[in-house]
């Protein structure tokens, strides 16, 4: 795999050609995993390479123990006017993350603040752990989230509680982002990766093209109306029965034996 500057990229298993798990660590380790425009760089180029790779069957993003990113790098960002925001369309390449089809998870230990705090709600499934430590402190520096997460934060937590970290800029522990829906597992510090491994080569060992069609209507629920999102469900849904692999998972029940799918 591409060694880069501010990331490092692993993969876990998938030597047979399926079923391996791409790895992204945050690694700016003295910036607290500041989000500057290197890191940017440096995970879109992880993701076209996990992308373009078919043995890799889902994506794990952490960082370290004290912090998965401490947000958007404020130093980068301080000296710049409107024109050079606008200009440079911002944030607007972390969208390349929200498209990305395969499934993806964020690893959170330590801090997720700010652009921390938004590029874990990018992934699909964040897994916490005991440590971490959530926010939306923007407003202490005089702006709103940039990525995202005015719109994601409420989307997952709701109104009041969305509307109380922006506006209050307070941090929120682990246990409390699970209470509101952030998270969906907390586990101790140090049972966290192997915890997201765990998971994200369970993910891998589904048919690939089935797993990007569960996340594609699972996100479908935010950009639609019921019927629309139940239509589109229902027209995906039949869609699988022309694959390989739901004869192959079905046959696999019948059979009793685990089933062993091709991707197609
Ligand atoms: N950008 C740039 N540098 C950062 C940073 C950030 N977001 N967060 C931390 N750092 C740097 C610090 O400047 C410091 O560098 P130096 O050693 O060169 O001084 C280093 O990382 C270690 O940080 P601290 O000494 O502050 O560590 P701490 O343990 O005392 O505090 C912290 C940890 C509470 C996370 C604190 O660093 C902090 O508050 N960071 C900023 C959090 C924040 O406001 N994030 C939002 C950024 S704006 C944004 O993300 C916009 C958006 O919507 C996309």
Known sequence: MTEFETILLERKGGTDGKGGVGWITLNRPKALNALNAQVLDDVIA???????????????ITGSAKAFAAGADIKEMA???????????????????????????????GYALGGGCELAMLCDI???????????????????????????????????????????????????AERSGLVSRVVPADELLDTALEAA????????PVAMIAK??????????????????????H??????????????????????????
């Open 46 to 60: 992880a993701l076209d390479e996990l992308d373009r790779d078919d043995s890799i069957g889902a994506v794990v």
């Open 79 to 109: 000296p710049k006017s409107y024109m050079d925001m606008f200009l440079a369309d911002y944030f607007a390449r972390w969208d390349r993350l929200a498209n990305f089809r395969k499934p993806t998870i964020a690893a959170v230990s």
């Open 126 to 176: 964040l897994i916490a752990a005991d440590s971490a430590k959530f926010g939306q402190p923007e407003i202490t520096l005089g702006v709103i989230p940039g990525i995202g997460g005015s719109q994601r934060l409420t989307r997952a937590i709701g109104k009041a509680k969305a509307m109380d970290l922006i506006l209050t800029g307070r941090m929120i522990g682990a246990e409390e």
């Open 201 to 208: 080569q369970t993910i891998a060992s589904m048919s690939l």
């Open 216 to 237: 594609e209507a699972v996100n479908r629920s935010f950009e639609s109306t019921l019927a629309e999102g139940l239509l589109f469900e229902r027209r995906v849904f």
């Open 239 to 264: 869609s699988l029965f022309a694959t390989e692999d739901q004869k192959e998972g079905m046959a696999a029940f019948v059979e009793k034996r685990p089933p062993n799918f091709s991707n197609r």
